[in-house]
Each structure stands twice: as C-alpha cells, then as structure tokens.
C-alpha cells in the first residue's frame, strides 16, 4: 500500500503531549489496521511537532486513518493529498483536477476550508470556487466531505479531512454545564497527570466536575472512540477492505491503571448531567462543596491523582479575589485530598497565585487557550513522589 502524509491538528500547546500519546498507542492502531489488512507492513513511526500539529510521514493509508478512532488529543486529522508551487487560478484548477480529489470525498455538496498567507493567490472565494469547480461539486455544509487548501509563500497544500466530524465531538447528545472543558484538552491535561504519576496512583479525582469531561476523558482514555461515522469511511481507496466499523467502536485497547473514578460538585445540575454523560457505574459522582468545612472524609479518596478546572474569574465569577479564591481552593485539596499529583487551570495571570507547603511542590506547568481565554495547567506534586 502507498505511503501518505497525515496532519494532526492539535490546540496549540499541547503537541508535546499530542505526541507522547502518539508514540504509546501507534502499535496498538498498527494492530487494529493489520486486523482489517493482515498484509500491511508494519512502520516505524517518523514524525514532526510545530505549533499547529504534527505531521506524519510514510504511513499506509489504512493506519494514518485509524489514528482517528483511538487517539484523544487531536481535533482532527488531514490527510495530504499534494502539494505544489501555484501563483495563478488557472493552474490551481488543473492540479486539483489531475488530483481526481472526487475520490476521497463522498457524492454531494462539499465544504472547502481555504487560507492563505504571503501569496499571490489570496482571495479565499475565488480559491474555493477553483477547487469547487476542478472537483465539480457544489459548497455545503457537509461535515463528512472537507478538504483544505493551504497557500503559503506561493505552495499550495491540499489536504483532505479523514475524521468528519471534529473529534472533540465525543458524543451527540452531551449534556454541557457552565464553561465546559473541550474534551480534547481534558484528554491531554489528564493524560499529563498519569505520565507524571507513573502509575504510583490508582485513583483520579475532580473535585469540580461540572459536566464531567476529565472523568469520562480519564474512563475513556485507552479505549477506542463511540463512533462509528469518520469520513475516511467513504474513501474510495479503502473501499476494498469493507471496513466493519464495529471493529473499532468502544474497544479496550490497553489496561485503564485508574480503577477508581470520582468525581464531586456542589451543583446538583452538574451532578446529573455528568451521570447522563459518562455513563458508567465504575465512576462515584457525589455532592460536596470542595471549599466547604468538610469535616466527614472517612470516604473522600487519597494520595491520588486530582484534576480541578475551577471557575476562573471571568465568565464564571468569583466570591473574591482570584489570589484568594485559589489559594484556599489549594489548601481545601491538600488538606482534604492530600494528592500525590494535583493538576488546576488556572487564568494565566494568576499561574503563579498559589503559594504550596511542604511536602507540595511545583512540578510542571503548560500554557494553553480555553474558550478563548489563556490559562495555564499548573502540576503540584508531593516531594516525595518527585523521582
Ligand atoms: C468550570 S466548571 C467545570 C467544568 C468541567 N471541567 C466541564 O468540563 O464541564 C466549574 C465547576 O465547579 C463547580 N464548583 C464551583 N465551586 C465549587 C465548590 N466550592 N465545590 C464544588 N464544586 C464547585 C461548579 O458547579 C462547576 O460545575
């Protein structure tokens, strides 16, 4: 089978993790494609991390897919179907032409996603319109049928999207709370947390949880997807295989080493959404003002892993003052919870609020956006659990 190039777009900020997550689950997407394709050739995975996302190179068509159903951290995935100098419309039409690009794209209206930077060919409309027109297609809406055309310094890059929907997009019918974390980001800041805990800790911790996104993410994280639709399902160079997409719909694809789940929130809206959204009865979801004078802690679980994205201040407002509120949110968790590892979104302004006692320090810190705000991942961890 030819080798292709794959794109994973990620949230800028998380690629290193994007990548670790990567490396871990690749032979585990290899053996799933080898199930649908016994004859492929395993390959070594060559990879490339920018801002943006992080390229693959040489991989069989039928594994560059399948990255789609088991990795978490990525948005989506392209597949690169061409890249070429171009600096007027009419050569543009006939290289998408010569691409046949009809072929990775089911019948219907399609949807071009077209940018351009430092080029001659700058007008987006026109640019989509070329493409339209090379392809015959018409533009809609259609969420399984994307391709993308880059133009930077004068090289066009025509990519098709092998995911349909984004994959952030974890279920149809979330039922969503106040500022809810994309899940995509959720993965990753868990997946941060179990690579620092090394397996030292069973238990993961939202004191938080509003719709319970870290929970389901930490639940879901070495399983496949609960999907069945992804827009690679309708590429013509794979109908040979007669993909069953039962194959890879919820599978178990490694051991989870958290076996115990909990989740807690004062809100009882919360509380109920995030039951209707994880849907497990392995995950304990309670009531519980994590700020409150909690004196009953002969069931609150310690020395485990705890993730807290707290309200911040901005869309969600704060008692008092943000330095405040957080440090003594901090104080309620060591004390209550006594973490080995604690990971807190934060505001980015206030990334250095929280003043930690012995035996806590700080062990890592990641800047991202969410919901358009800049925050920042700050990791305390008990000195002794620092190897
Ligand atoms: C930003 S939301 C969490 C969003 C969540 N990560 C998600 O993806 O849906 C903050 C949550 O903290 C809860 N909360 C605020 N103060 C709390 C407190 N003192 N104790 C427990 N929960 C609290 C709110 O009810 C809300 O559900």
């Known amino acids: 089978m030819n080798e292709h190039e794959f794109f994973l777009i990620v949230a800028p900020g998380l690629t290193d993790l ?11 997407i290899f053996t ?30 039928l594994a560059g897919v399948l990255l789609n159903t088991y990795l978490k951290t ?29 072929q990775w794209l089911p019948p219907g209206p399609i ?4 940018s351009a930077s430092k080029s001659r060919l700058m007008m987006l409309k026109r640019i989509e319109d070329t493409v339209l027109k090379a392809c015959s297609r018409k533009a809609g809406e259609s969420e399984d049928a994307m391709l993308w055309v880059r ?10 999207d092998t995911s349909g929907e984004a994959l952030y997009k974890r279920t149809s019918e979330k039922k969503v709370g106040q500022a809810p974390l994309r899940e995509t980001i959720a993965a990753a800041l868990f997946y941060k947390l179990h690579l620092l805990a090394k397996e030292d800790s069973h238990v993961f911790i939202d004191p938080m949880l509003g719709s319970g996104t870290s929970l389901s993410e ?38 989870n080493p958290f076996d115990h789940l909990v989740g807690y929130d004062q809100n009882d809206a919360a509380l109920t959404w995030a039951k209707e959204n994880i849907k497990s009865q392995t995950v304990v979801l309670k009531k519980r003002d994590v700020l409150g004078s909690n004196t009953n802690l002969s069931d609150v679980p310690q020395a485990g892993v705890l993730f807290a994205n707290p309200p911040y201040g901005k869309r969600l407002k704060l008692p008092v003052a943000p330095k405040i509120y957080f440090q003594s949110l901090w104080e309620a968790i060591a004390r209550d919870f006594s973490p080995n590892i604690a990971g807190l ?10 003043e930690v006692q012995h035996p806590y320090k700080q062990a890592a810190v990641l800047h991202f956006m969410n919901g358009g705000l800049k925050v920042s991942f700050v990791i305390y961890r008990k000195a002794s659990q620092i190897r």
């Open 18 to 28: 994007a990548a670790l997550e990567l490396e871990e689950k690749w032979t585990a």
């Open 32 to 61: 799933l494609a080898k199930r649908i394709a016994p004859d492929l050739t395993e390959t070594s995975l060559q990879y490339t991390k920018t801002a943006e996302g992080i390229t693959l190179e040489k991989v069989p068509l």
């Open 74 to 102: 990525p948005t989506r995935i392209l597949l690169r179907l061409g890249s070429f100098r171009c600096r007027d419309f009419p050569k543009l039409y006939n290289k998408c032409k010569k691409m046949n690009l009809g």
């Open 111 to 114: 949807r071009i996603k077209a």
């Open 151 to 160: 133009f930077q310094d004068d090289t066009c890059t025509i990519s098709v």
């Open 218 to 255: 930490a639940l879901n994280f070495w399983r496949t997807h609960k999907r069945e639709r992804y827009a690679f399902l309708s590429f013509e160079a794979l109908q040979k295989f007669s993909i069953d997409s039962r194959l890879f719909y919820n599978q178990e694809m490694a051991k």
């Open 345 to 354: 979104i934060l505001p980015r302004e206030n990334c250095k609020s929280i």
